[in-house]
């Protein structure tokens, strides 16, 4: 009974979910975990973003630099918001090389689940940053919308 009655409270949250915007930005500090030509990366960043205030996120990216440009890369993260709550993510995406050797790169990333206010948490969001080999500081912005 206690089963069907927590089942019935998640459905009726999961219905007053509502889209929110989800856009900021991060400074990021890179830490290879395996060289190329398969990069491996650990991405922590800290920021301020809607949705989640001054937050930390934690991303585990693989880049793929056997093929050619575009390189393909895709990952997992997690977001923790100021007061603990995370939410989860997958992302794919791009990176393209620029002009004096930096990388412009793209992704997608979509929301898989959280805990808190997360719990059911949905939606995408794109990133945008722009990489620059040999050099772990970055900054990396976020924009989209967070289903919760």
């Given amino acids: ?13 999961h219905n007053m979910a509502k889209d929110r915007p989800f856009k900021g930005s991060y400074s990021t500090v890179s830490e290879i975990l395996q060289p190329a ?10 920021g301020h973003v809607s949705q989640l205030g001054y937050s930390t ?22 977001f923790t918001a100021a007061n603990g ?6 992302f794919t ?3 393209t090389p620029a002009e004096q050797g930096m990388l412009n790169v793209a992704m997608i990333h979509t929301i898989t689940g959280g805990t808190g206010r997360f ?13 620059f080999p040999g050099h772990s500081d970055g900054y990396i912005k976020h924009e989209g919308t967070i289903r919760y």
């Avoid at 009974?1 to 949250?13: D, F, G, I, Q, R």
């Avoid at 991303?59 to 890369?73: E, I, M, R, V, Y």
């Avoid at 709550?85 to 997958?90: A, I, Q």
């Fill in 85 to 90: 709550d995370e939410f989860y993510t997958s």
């Fill in 57 to 78: 996120f934690v991303a585990l990216s693989t880049l793929d630099f056997t093929t050619q440009p575009p390189f393909q890369l895709g990952g997992t993260a997690t």
């Fill in 1 to 13: 009974m206690e089963e069907e009655s927590n089942s019935l409270v998640s459905a009726a949250k």
């Fill in 93 to 95: 995406g791009t990176s």
């Fill in 119 to 131: 719990q059911n948490a949905s939606g995408s969001f794109a990133g945008q940053t722009t990489a």
């Fill in 37 to 46: 030509p398969i990069l491996k990366t650990r991405i922590t960043g800290t």
